[in-house]
Every structure is written in structure tokens, then in C-alpha cells.
């Protein structure tokens, strides 16, 4: 028994029509999920805080040498090349280099008579030094010396000056008492004098002079000396002002002066006439 199962013929036409967009629809498909979870990964990532880590840097090769000197008659040994290789290999932490100290050429033998030339050479250098010094200090003591001669001097030459000065304020002073006491000698005298003409013409009559009108409205006061003669009669002859008497107080002065009357000087029994006999008048407001 053979069953038999018959498609519809519009079953039949579409199948064969959706084949080939079928075809060309399933890769689409596939690219665009693929997108799509791609996309949806990334952004996953970032907002949970991820970043790329940057590639880490390669340790470059470090070659280190190392510098040694020896004493020149011994050979510098040839480094091991196990040694080069392995500073040539790139090391995380280095150690630091170990530098040796220098070995110090041995020193040639010292010539004795340079040596010696130079010894003397040291001693002629100091001896010029020293006697530098010694010129130096010379030259100081001398200039020194001559301040203190100059200063000496000049000390002299002050007590020498105040000396004379104070020599010629004397002779001034005594000159001055000199003539001092001439002027009272001559002054005693004089009065001495006056005296004795006073005792031989003695004033019969004298009139005070009167005192200005103008002098007085001014209150003006002074005084007046008038000079003159007297005459072998006992009156007055040629009175005069002397200076220093006011304008105002000349005038009366001289009136009351002619109104003197003397007694007479008498020399070997005859009347003389008596030079410059004076008198001060004195103008006083009370």
C-alpha cells in the first residue's frame, strides 16, 4: 500500500519564490546581531569603568662598564665574556657601580741639587721678603719719627706764639696803667691847680642860668661847661660852650656866665687875669 502526499500547486510556488530571499536575508540577519552584541559589549565596559591597559614598556638592554686603573707594567686583564654577556642582559634593579680607586703612578727619584736650587731659591724668597719687612717697618719709624718731630715743632712754634701774645697784652696793659696813671697825676695836678687858683680868685657872685621854655615843654635835660676868662678885675672875658652841651641850653649858659663876678688873683702883689677857668651848669626838671 504506497500513500502518496500531493502538495497544493500554490504551495509549490511560493516555496520556490522565498528560496532565494531566504538565501540572501540569513547573513544580514546574522552580521547585524553580531553588531549589534558587539556594540551592547563595548558600551557594557565603559559604563562599568573599563579602560585598556597600556602595553608595558619594554626594559631596554643596559650595557654597564666598569673603569679600572692599574700600575702600567701590569697587563689589564680582558674582561670574561660571561661577565659582558651577563651586563649585557637588561636587569630590573641594577646595583650601583663600584668605582676603584685610582692607583697612583709610582713618583720618579728627586734630583738632590735641584732639589737644593730650589731650597735656595725658597731662601733668597723669604730673605727678600724679610727685608721687605724690615724697609717697610724702617719706613714707618722714620715717617712716624717726623710726625712726631713736625708735631714737636709746631707744639713750639703754639707756646712760642701764645708767649708773645701773651707778652704783648702785658706791655698793652702796662701801657694802659701808664697812661692811667698819668692822666690821675695830670688830673691831681690840674685840681691841685684849680685848687689853689680857686683859694686865690675866689667867686664873689654867681646867678644860675634859667631853664628854657622849650627844654622844659620837651623835658629835656642836661648839662652845659662853659670855658672863659678871668680878668684882673674879677669879671668875665670870652666864654665859649665847650662840646657836648644841648642846642638848647647854650644860650643861658653863657648870659649866666657873664654875670660871674671873681675876686682877683693876686702874683707878687699886682691883680692877674686867670686862663680857662670853667663852669658846668647842670639842667635839672624837679
Known sequence: MTAMIMHSPQQTLDDFSLRPLRKHWRPHVLAATLAVALHAGVLALLVAGWSVAPPAAE???????????????????????ALVEAEATPMPAPPEPVVAAPVEPAKPAVDPRLQAQKLEQAALARKRVEDKKRE?????????????????????????RLAQEQAQQQQQQAQRAEQTRLAAERARQQAAQAAADSRQYLPLSKEAPDYPQRALDKNIEGDCTVEYSV???????????LDGCHPLFIRPSLAAANTFRYQPRIVDGQAVSVPAVRNTFHYRIK
Not at 638592554?61 to 674582561?79: F, G, I, K, S, W
Not at 717726623?146 to 707756646?159: C, F, H, L
Open 59 to 81: 626594559q631596554p638592554a643596559v650595557l654597564r662598564t666598569q673603569l679600572v686603573m692599574l700600575p702600567p707594567t701590569a697587563p689589564a686583564p680582558e674582561p670574561a665574556p
Open 136 to 160: 717697610q717697618l724702617a719706613e714707618q719709624q722714620r715717617r712716624q719719627h717726623e710726625r712726631q718731630e713736625n708735631d714737636k715743632r709746631n707744639r713750639e712754634a703754639e707756646q712760642q
Open 231 to 241: 680878668n684882673p678885675q674879677g669879671k668875665v672875658e670870652h666864654p665859649k660852650v
